[in-house]
């Protein structure tokens, strides 16, 4: 009988309570379906050759090609279903993790690092397999695609943006990034899948219907704005709940710091939704594929119009960097900026805080506040970039490495 590794048992009982957020979360998602059902009435729609403009549907047309496979999960017992629904989404986001965690070295960060930065990303995924999203796959393919980049590998890191960027938008917001790092293979076979994504459709709905759908999909896109649910936690749903107060009146908040009509509060935004997409790419230019992909998936889920809390999950490559640079190096500006993020995992728990504290919070935009600082101490020079041991202290100066 082989020897037990007794140090990588106790290692990996440091996860146990992620994991155990995580299966309780699998348990709970039994009981009915949430957004699968939307995903159902794309798939649906498609398979009867139409495209529908459901007020759920607001993916790319391309996701209702995926939706409509989804539809075969419904055919099997729904407890059983909606287990291996949730099961998949942990396992894929599980995975991702892991391989993001080996590609900069985390075996040689502090023991405690990556356990406590699962545990915060915990709740957010419980959420997510709760409410059966699918961001765990969207994410997983994002990793997929800067860990391809750190290797070289253009084409096939340009095939895992290309899907993902089809089936939603938020991975096409970090083209910009390897854009501006002249990884020309990788931006057009992305955009080049894309379209062949798009193209897929014609068999369902022709050619004509097919445009038609882009069309509606795009004057549907947009025209989204911030909405106000305590949920959300975009960029442009925290400048309309601090200047327009319609949080207040729909549900929780403040009233406004800085009145502005609602058309103006949308137009600002997105003007520094995209501002920081712009800021961080240019900013991220010269760091490694590997390194750049915590702070730009941050950027990403927060620049959309919707990001919902179940998103927040793409903040696990942001916490593992910043703790790991908190472990080494702990300056008063890294404390400032990281440490209050760890507010949320109290913060965003009604039944520690209390249905008012938490409708009050999230309503005035605590979450994407504090997600912001985390950002932006990642953007700043002397922060999370090069926080990993397996990459010397200029690490943005130098190429992408060989991922391990």
């Known amino acids: ?18 994991a155990a957020i995580a299966a309780s979360a699998v348990a709970r998602a039994l009981d009915e379906w949430n957004d699968f059902r939307g995903y159902q009435i794309a798939g649906e729609a498609l398979r009867a050759s139409t495209y529908t403009d459901h007020v759920s549907n607001t993916w790319p ?164 704005r911030g909405t106000h649910g305590v949920r959300n936690q975009s960029i442009q749903a925290l400048v309309e709940r601090l200047s327009t107060g319609e949080a207040k009146r729909e549900q929780a908040g403040i009233d406004p710091i800085v009145p502005l009509d609602g058309a103006t509060a949308d137009r600002v935004g997105k003007l520094l939704s995209w501002g920081l997409i712009l800021c961080a790419a240019f900013a991220l230019r010269r760091v490694p594929p590997v390194q750049a992909a915590a702070p730009l998936l941050a950027v990403s889920v927060l620049a959309v119009p919707y990001c919902w809390r179940t998103q927040l999950i793409a903040f696990f490559p942001l916490l593992l960097l910043s703790l790991w640079k908190l472990a080494r190096r702990p300056g008063v500006l890294d404390l400032v900026l990281c440490l209050p993020f760890f507010l949320c995992m109290v913060e965003r728990e009604p039944g520690l805080i209390g249905l008012r504290g938490f409708e009050l919070l999230e309503g005035a935009g605590l979450t994407c506040a504090l997600s912001l600082l985390l950002v932006l101490n990642a953007l700043r020079l002397g922060g999370t970039l090069h926080a990993g041991s397996t990459l010397p202290p200029d690490a943005f100066r130098l190429k992408a490495r060989e991922t391990r």
């Open 61 to 224: 047309p391309f996701f209702s090609l995926f939706a409509a496979g989804l539809v075969e999960l419904t055919r099997l017992p729904l407890p059983v279903a909606r287990f291996l629904w949730a099961a998949f989404n942990a396992a894929i986001f599980a995975r991702a993790c892991v391989r993001y965690w080996r590609a900069v070295g985390g075996n040689e960060a502090p023991w405690w690092v990556s356990p406590v930065a699962a545990l915060a990303t915990a709740p957010f995924l419980a959420l997510h397999l709760v409410t059966h999203q699918v961001y765990a796959l969207i994410f997983a393919m994002s990793i997929e695609a800067f860990l391809c980049a750190e290797k070289g590998q253009e084409v096939r890191g340009g095939v895992w943006l290309g899907i993902a960027g089809a089936m939603k938008v938020t991975p096409a917001l970090l083209l910009p990034y390897f854009l501006l790092q002249r990884r020309w293979k990788l931006a057009t076979t992305s955009l080049a899948l894309a379209l062949a994504c798009s193209l897929s459709l014609v068999p369902f709905l022709g050619l004509q219907g097919t445009v038609d759908a882009h069309r509606s999909w795009i004057d549907r896109a947009v025209r989204l």
């Open 1 to 18: 009988m082989p020897a037990v590794d007794r140090p990588a048992l106790r290692h990996a009982l440091l996860y146990a309570p992620a």
